[in-house]
């Protein structure tokens, strides 16, 4: 069966540093997307793509950077984590501009 | 820029109620997604409603769009434990580089 899957599941990283988290879709999907989920804001889109060599920006992309060099994988890089970006960041990919999400089972972050 | 709100933010109930949770907003959306997710998880969807008017049932739960395609329902019969969860709605815009809004979410508790 088609999967979308993240690693790692759960990460503690120190502020300042690099970190990057992994998006792997099986699905064969053009669409991808990186969202964070926090209490009380619902799911906000970081970055997405619409095919390989694609990145856009989205509503909170300060401080993450996405590339796309494959179908497959849209990894999310923070570029010097910040205490506020602890939080749990979701990929998903579709197939079309308004076709349903399929979403991975999340990345836990933590920045000390 | 489209926002959605959903009520309640959370919610707690007996086995057997009957419960409704309501997503709004002030834009008008071409199709909405209500998407349940459970702890540990990624949201995984449960129907998309397009026209104004839309009525969607899915075993014990129906799902209304509104007649000005600017909110939708959830209604659940006769809750079960199984129904526990976080539930998203998403609106659906014409935008096509960032298509997806979702809403804070109504979290759901069905105490047997």
């Known amino acids: 069966d088609a999967e979308i899957t993240q690693s790692p599941r759960h990460k503690i990283t120190e502020t300042g540093r690099q970190v990057t988290l992994a998006c792997h879709q099986t699905?064969?999907?053009?669409?991808m997307f990186w969202y964070r989920q926090d209490l009380g804001h619902g799911l906000r889109l970081i970055h997405y793509?619409?095919?390989?060599?694609?990145?856009n920006k989205g509503e909170v992309s300060d401080g993450y950077s996405v590339s796309r060099s494959n179908t497959e994988d849209l990894p999310l890089t923070l570029e010097s984590a910040a205490s506020s970006q602890t939080s749990v960041y979701f990929c998903?990919?579709?197939?079309?501009?308004?076709?349903?999400?399929?979403f991975g089972n999340g990345t836990r972050l933590t920045v000390t | 820029t489209q926002l959605l709100e959903q009520s309640p933010q959370f919610l707690s109930i007996q086995e057997g109620e009957n419960l409704t949770v309501y997503c709004n907003s002030s834009s008008v959306f071409s199709s909405l997604q209500w998407y349940r997710q459970e702890p540990g998880e990624g949201p995984v969807l449960l129907v998309t409603?397009?026209?104004?008017?839309e009525v969607k049932k899915l075993k014990r739960l129906t799902f209304q769009f509104g007649d000005a395609r600017k909110d939708s329902s959830l209604h659940i019969t006769a809750a079960q434990p199984g129904d526990t969860g976080l539930y998203l709605c998403a609106g659906v815009g014409d935008n096509y580089g960032q298509n997806f809004v979702f809403g804070p979410g109504t979290r759901l508790s069905v105490l047997p």
């Open positions: 793509s619409y095919g390989v060599q694609d990145t």
């Open positions: 409603v397009v026209t104004g008017g």
């Open positions: 998903a990919s579709s197939e079309a501009g308004d076709s349903p999400l399929h």
């Open positions: 699905w064969n999907h053009n669409n």
